[in-house]
């Protein structure tokens, strides 16, 4: 086994890095059969699935988070959207007191939303916290503008959790307000790792133009590496292309369908005697 495993090497220029499971069987010194597919997967590990509450949804993507406070159900538009997009964990904020709509009468100056966004120092207790953001990479949070700013239960949020190894991006939604203050506030509260530039949506906002701008982000500069399955008599075996010429060509083949090479001792040697494509 050790001389084929030699012998794909020489082949098509790999290093293997990890082997996968492998069943009893007994391997066959006569002839060996080797199927190979490429698939392509992301370099940045998947984190692992803690806890969830009632409020918090589990998908595919387990290194993002989108988070939201939606007390009109605007935010909570826009924060769906981008869950179906991304495919990411989702957990929604909110008060322990919930907010009433007198609460958010603006033009009421002692309305609950009003005192509070008058007051920096207030910290709205939040119902049903996330137990811990520790096994995400990345944070959307999702929030009103209220009077210019974030909600002040965002900055309860916010000084509840550790985000200085985190990339936070912010969005929002407003009848006209923009973005940029409640961003800095966000960065003069917290110590964040990396903080990318937010977005302010209309409450008529579609899809499209949240995939757009999630299209737009950063994020998705992050580049994709092809792994090799390796399959020898039931063992399987995980490989990265090398950087040659002939790891490049297989790569092509096998975009097109696996790769099967059959080898027979000779002389006490496993030989290459068919190498097709299948």
């Known amino acids: 086994m050790k001389k084929l495993i030699l012998l794909l090497i020489s082949i098509v220029g790999l290093c293997f890095v990890s082997c996968g499971s492998s069943s009893s069987g007994t391997d066959s010194s006569a002839s060996d059969s080797l199927q190979s597919s490429a698939k392509e997967t992301q370099t940045k590990s998947s984190a692992s699935e803690g806890d969830s509450s009632k409020q918090e949804s589990r998908s595919t993507d387990k290194s993002t988070l989108v988070i939201y406070f939606s007390r009109t159900g605007n935010t909570e538009k826009i924060a769906k959207y981008l869950i179906e997009l991304t495919g990411a964990d989702s957990y929604v904020i909110e008060a322990a007191e919930p907010y009433t709509d007198d609460d958010i009468h603006y033009q009421d100056d002692n309305c609950r939303a009003n005192k509070e966004q008058n007051d920096k120092s207030v910290r709205p207790k939040i119902a049903d916290p996330i137990k811990s953001i520790d096994s995400y990479d990345t944070i959307f949070l999702g929030y009103p503008i209220w ?6 239960i965002i900055d309860t949020f916010l000084e509840s959790y550790d985000f200085s190894d985190k990339t936070v991006i912010a969005f929002c939604t407003s009848g006209s307000s923009g973005i940029a203050t409640s961003e800095k506030n ?11 530039e937010g977005k302010r949506f209309a409450a008529d906002a579609s899809k499209d133009e949240v995939k757009e701008w999630f299209e737009s982000l950063p994020l998705n500069d992050e580049k994709s590496e092809s792994k090799l399955l390796v399959s020898v008599n039931g063992k399987e075996l995980t490989a990265s292309f090398a950087d040659s010429t002939a790891a490049k060509e297989l790569a092509e083949k096998l975009k097109e369908a696996p790769v099967t090479v059959k080898l027979e001792e000779y002389g006490g040697f496993e030989k290459d005697k068919d190498f097709i494509v299948k």
């Open 186 to 196: 966000i960065a003069d509260l917290v110590k964040i790792g990396k903080q990318l």
């Open 147 to 152: 009077w210019g700013e974030e909600p002040r």
